[in-house]
């Protein structure tokens, strides 16, 4: 007695929620959808908590009116079935028809090495056939999980997501496009210079003269530390500082170190930047003999050279400067080290393949004295962003 007594109150608590839930839907003027259970496999969320995130998503967009889950799991329980476990499909279409829902929304979140795969589903309780699909591959960037959910419940669904999420959790080739957020691009960086003018002429000069005895073309090695600090649309603002070591293969050490502000257009790749640049370089006070009282006309040499037995009159008396030299500074070997500083301006363009950039520039940076032109080339990985919402 007490066992049809107890089956009779399950049939009147199942057809109460079936008629509660038939008037929703004719009041909201939606389909009736219900989500049992999702998948959840390699990602800090339990399927609970996925199942729970898909629902209030799909709610969101308005498409559908969605089943409470405590009403849904009430009456899947007093029939037997594990919501938990109800993931095949003949268990979601018995699952719909005991709801009394039009649609069942089913799928799994899973993580694969460093992607987050979504699948997502639309069962037709009426016809038993499936309605919608939606697969995905994310980043691993489990924080921002329920985001990945909102955009494969909009793209199933026919709704167009936040194209600025889509390219923080999906597009991993382009760089991020939202201003919330900021890249880190480090690597290594090598290259060569050439130096025109005045100090293209001190570098090969011998060193009995002031010169270096060094090639015109030196190599560059080094490392760049970039940080891409805005973003908007297809446009990235971004700061880079470049440390080098040059002169290798002439036995010399030469540092420099560049500070670039710029920008990168992401759809295509190239950048521009301009800044400045220090350089740690051997200069000497001295005069070119116009005159040729010190030999040929034309030719450098050191202030203290003023002060030679040469500039001694007739009489015997000192002359500090017998032509009135114009004593200036310049590039030399015997002088002492100081810093010297310019201006660089570079273009460039960065080759991706993946999470690998790489960038290769061309720069000039533009010196009375004499100008340098060069190239660099390198590689980095893009480093995980850090999102704010």
Request: aromatic fraction near 10%; proline fraction near 4%; charge should be neutral.
């Amino acid at each position: 007695m007490k066992k049809l007594i107890t089956t009779i109150k399950n049939l009147f608590l199942t057809g109460t929620f079936l008629v509660c839930g038939t008037l929703f839907a004719q009041q909201s003027g939606k389909p009736t959808v219900a989500i049992p259970a999702f998948d959840s496999k390699g990602v800090i969320h339990d399927a609970t908590a996925v199942a729970y995130m898909v629902r209030l998503e799909v709610e969101k967009t308005g498409v559908y009116a969605v089943m409470d889950k405590y009403d849904m799991n009430d009456i899947l329980t007093k029939n037997n079935i594990d919501v938990k476990t109800c993931l095949g499909k003949t268990c979601l279409l018995e699952a719909g028809k005991l709801l009394g829902v039009q649609k069942v929304i089913t799928g799994a979140v899973e993580r694969f090495a460093e992607k987050i795969v979504i699948t997502m589903r639309v069962i037709d309780v009426t016809s038993g056939g499936i309605e919608k699909t939606e697969a995905t591959e994310y980043l691993n960037l489990q924080p921002e999980l329920q985001h990945m959910i909102e955009i494969s419940v909009k793209k199933m669904l026919g709704i167009a997501p936040d194209p600025n999420v889509v390219a923080l959790l999906i597009d991993y080739e382009q760089p991020i496009t939202s201003p919330k957020t900021s890249y880190k691009l480090n690597g290594p960086r090598m290259g060569a210079s050439m130096t025109f003018g005045e100090n293209a002429e001190r570098l090969t000069a011998p060193l009995n003269e002031g010169g270096f005895d060094m090639y015109p073309i030196t190599s560059q090695f080094g490392w760049q530390l970039e940080h891409q600090y805005m973003s908007a649309g297809n446009f990235q603002a971004l700061v880079e500082g470049i440390f080098m070591i040059g002169g290798l293969e002439n036995g010399k050490m030469i540092p420099s170190a560049t500070l670039l502000n710029g920008f990168r257009f992401s759809k295509v790749g190239w950048e521009f930047g301009v800044g400045p640049t220090f350089r740690i370089v051997q200069k000497a006070q001295g005069f070119y003999d116009h005159t040729g009282v010190f030999g040929d006309k034309g030719d450098w040499h050191l202030k203290s050279e003023l002060y030679s037995a040469q500039n001694l009159d007739t009489l015997g008396q000192f002359i500090s400067n017998p032509a009135d030299y114009e004593v200036v500074s310049r590039v030399d070997s015997r002088g002492n080290y100081s810093l010297s500083t310019g201006l660089v301006i570079a273009v460039g363009k960065t080759f991706r393949s993946g999470y690998l950039n790489i960038p290769f520039n061309a720069y000039v940076s533009p010196r009375k004295e004499g100008t340098i032109v060069g190239f660099s080339f390198g590689f980095n990985i893009a480093k995980k962003p850090k999102v704010q919402y």
